[in-house]
């Protein structure tokens, strides 16, 4: 079945920074690729997605990458704002399988 | 407001009493799921219900049932628990025209 990798588990940066999370997957025909923002106290909520048709993906400050070749897939975060500070999960997805969430990286934005 | 409702937020209980974690969701979503989320492990299915009536078990069904009578229900039931259930429970559901799961706000269970 899939497996999902997440480095790093935890991850501090100074305000205004850029932080980067990557994910490892290892089933080919995974084609669906979200990240989940948790913040404290409440459920992971999606803040963006990528198909594997597509390279690369932005909204505002933050994009997500796609390398179907090497399945991993990555967060890219810019300008980091205190509220930006959370736990982020990457998932990957097939149709009709379940989704696989990786274990989680804890963002710190220092101010 | 779209929701995922469950309740409790918080409990704590003994080992071998029974108890049932609600979950409501307000979306006509026919796919509904419960997981567990521990330190290092991430989120982790313990059993989803892809519409009433069927359920199936996810990677760490042990020690858990469930039941789909309504669309809109979807309860986690705990037999029997015991300490190494305490954890923090999503019940969580997805329409069936998108791929967006929508969590619930967590429940956190300890089990003494």
């Known amino acids: 079945g899939e497996n999902v990798e997440q480095h790093p588990s935890t991850l501090s940066v100074q305000e205004g920074d850029s932080a980067v999370i990557k994910c490892t997957y290892s089933?080919?025909?995974?084609?669906?690729f979200p990240w989940y923002k948790q913040e404290l106290g409440k459920g992971p909520q999606l803040i963006i997605d990528?198909?594997?048709?597509?390279g690369e993906k932005k909204d505002q400050r933050i994009a997500v990458t796609l390398n179907k070749t090497a399945k991993h897939f990555s967060l890219h975060i810019t300008e980091t704002q205190p509220e930006d500070s959370a736990v982020y999960f990457c998932?990957?997805?097939?149709?009709?399988?379940?989704?696989?969430f990786g274990p989680g990286t804890r963002l710190s934005v220092l101010p | 407001e779209a929701q995922v409702t469950q309740n409790p937020r918080y409990l704590i209980t003994v080992t071998g009493k029974k108890l049932t974690v609600t979950c409501s969701q307000n979306?006509?979503?026919?796919?509904m799921s419960w997981y567990r989320q521990d330190p290092g492990l991430g989120l982790r299915q313990i059993y989803y219900?892809?519409?009433?009536?069927?359920?199936d078990k996810g990677d760490v069904p042990e020690g858990y049932k469930v039941s789909r009578k309504e669309k809109r229900n979807f309860p986690l039931i705990l037999e029997s628990p015991s300490p190494n259930q305490t954890s923090l429970y999503f019940c969580?559901?997805?329409?069936?025209?998108?791929?967006?799961?929508?969590f619930g706000e967590g429940s956190w269970l300890t089990v003494v």
């Open positions: 979306m006509n979503h026919e796919y």
């Open positions: 969580a559901s997805r329409g069936n025209s998108g791929n967006t799961i929508y």
């Open positions: 219900s892809m519409n009433v009536e069927v359920t």
């Open positions: 990528i198909r594997s048709n597509v």
């Open positions: 089933d080919s025909a995974s084609n669906y």
């Open positions: 998932a990957a997805y097939n149709y009709g399988q379940n989704f696989v």
